[in-house]
């Protein structure tokens, strides 16, 4: 049985669509995409989505409790038999009921490397700062936002003329690399999580 991945997304897509490609090219052995769920019926990403022929589902939240929205969303999961899922630029705080319904299965991207510049314009945070190096994080996902035990991380440099689109564009490429790297690992199994240390596993 392949595995069945859900996507989670808010917007245009692209780490959608990287790890689409991925998948198609058979770099991610056992996977595929079951779903695309949005928030926002207008998201780009859906779109993109259906151009490639995978399912779609816009579920708005406006004017739901957390947890009536989570429910909806984790009831369509499970409708499509999903065992992992992977928010993908998804604006919402999930609910500790729909942490609890995928343990351990699901990840999110986000372009800091944590837990510096969590939350909304980590890019422009990272610049405003005026740290060095930044990245991006693919980590496991909790209650707390962008918390969770860090599956893979790349470091970026910064650059003195870089502007908010000039690094979001230089660590937006690494997040489509690291984003498959952290989906195979998850689902190779190779991995223990002690406290919330991700120790890879080499045989
Ligand atoms: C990415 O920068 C991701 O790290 C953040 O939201 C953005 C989504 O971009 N969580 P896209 O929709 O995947 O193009």
């Known amino acids: ?28 052995p056992g996977a595929e995409i079951a779903i695309v769920i949005s928030n926002r ?13 995978i399912a779609t589902k816009a579920i708005p939240s406006k004017g739901l409790p957390r947890e009536a929205y989570d429910m909806q969303v984790v009831a369509e ?5 999903v065992d992992l899922v992977c928010l993908a630029g998804f604006m919402r705080l999930l609910s500790p ?24 314009e980590a890019q422009r945070q990272a610049l405003e700062y005026g740290v060095q ?4 994080t693919v980590h496991l996902v909790d209650e707390t936002l962008d918390a969770g035990p860090i599956l893979v ?3 970026v440099p910064v650059r003195d003329d870089d502007t908010d689109e000039s690094l979001s564009a230089r660590i937006l490429a690494e ?19 002690e406290g919330r240390r991700v120790i890879k596993l080499h045989n």
């Open 1 to 28: 049985m392949p595995h069945r991945i859900g996507v989670l997304l808010s917007g245009r897509g692209s780490n959608f669509e990287a790890l689409a490609d991925q998948i198609a090219d058979g770099r991610i």
């Open 41 to 53: 019926e207008d998201a780009p990403g859906l779109a993109r989505a259906t151009a490639r022929g």
């Open 77 to 81: 999961l499970r409708g499509a038999n």
């Open 97 to 120: 009921y729909f942490v609890a319904a995928f343990p351990r299965r699901i990840l999110n991207i986000h372009p800091s490397l944590l837990p510096s510049f969590p939350g909304l």
């Open 133 to 136: 190096f930044s990245g991006c």
């Open 153 to 155: 991380q790349a470091v």
């Open 175 to 193: 997040e489509h690399r690291i984003y498959a790297d952290a989906v195979r690992l998850v689902l190779s199994g190779r991995y223990r999580i």
